[in-house]
Structures are given as structure tokens and as C-alpha cells.
Nanobody, 126 residues
């Protein structure tokens, strides 16, 4: 069974950057499409970005384009989310997810994924 663990969250000042990591264990991430989501207090979980198995396809929610970059290193069984120019509105719990064999014809949604990490808190505040 695939297990996912996020790391890299924390407190950052507005305008700052963070890189989140999602490391898989139990199975190889090679065959899995992966994604990042976030959930702010009192709000629904929203898609940030998703990436195909071989990194050839990436998709971003419109509101996330330009400041967020998804990447993966299958040799390290890890997916990354680089976040720049962070704003207080980016404060949320950030989750990674993975699904074997998922094809990215459109922006992914949380219902597409069966494997989830426990989340990592990102707080943007001065």
C-alpha cells in the first residue's frame, strides 16, 4: 500500500517561499499520478496542481498559476511543491495525493485520488 508523508510546511512571512515535499513509501511512485491540494480553515479542499507519472504533463488551478510549481523525482519517490510570493491567503493545510494510472485530460480533483498524506500546515503571517 502506498503511504505518503508531507513535509516542509511552517511559518513564513508574506512574500516568502517554501518548498513542500511528499515522500512515498510502500510502493514505487513511478506509476502514480500525483497532486497537491490545500484546505484553508472553513473552506473546501481545493486543487493546486497535478503531475503525470513522467512529469510530461502538469496542470494548475488558474488561481495557482505563476506562484506554484509542481515537480517530482521518481528516483527519490518524492513530489515537490515550490511556493513563491506567499500571501496570508495561502495559509492552509497542504496535502499530497497519488493515484495509479490516472490520466490527466483535465485538472485533477480530489475524488480522483485514493492515496493521501496527512497534510502539512503552512502559515503565512508577519
Amino acid at each position: 500500500q502506498l503511504q505518503l508523508v508531507e513535509s516542509g510546511g511552517g511559518l513564513v512571512q508574506p512574500g516568502g517561499s517554501l518548498r513542500l515535499s511528499c515522500t512515498a513509501s510502500g510502493l514505487s511512485l513511478d506509476f502514480y499520478t500525483a497532486a497537491w491540494f490545500r484546505q484553508a480553515p472553513g473552506k473546501e479542499r481545493e486543487t493546486i496542481s497535478c503531475i503525470s507519472r513522467d512529469s510530461s504533463i502538469t496542470k494548475y488551478a488558474d488561481s495557482m498559476k505563476g506562484r506554484f510549481t509542481i515537480a517530482r523525482d521518481n528516483a527519490k519517490n518524492t513530489v515537490y511543491l515550490q511556493m513563491n510570493s506567499l500571501e496570508p491567503e495561502d495559509t492552509a493545510v497542504y496535502y499530497c495525493a497519488a493515484e495509479r494510472g490516472l490520466l490527466l485530460f483535465r485538472l485533477c480533483a480530489q475524488g480522483d485520488f485514493g492515496s493521501w498524506g496527512q497534510g502539512t500546515q503552512v502559515t503565512v503571517s508577519s
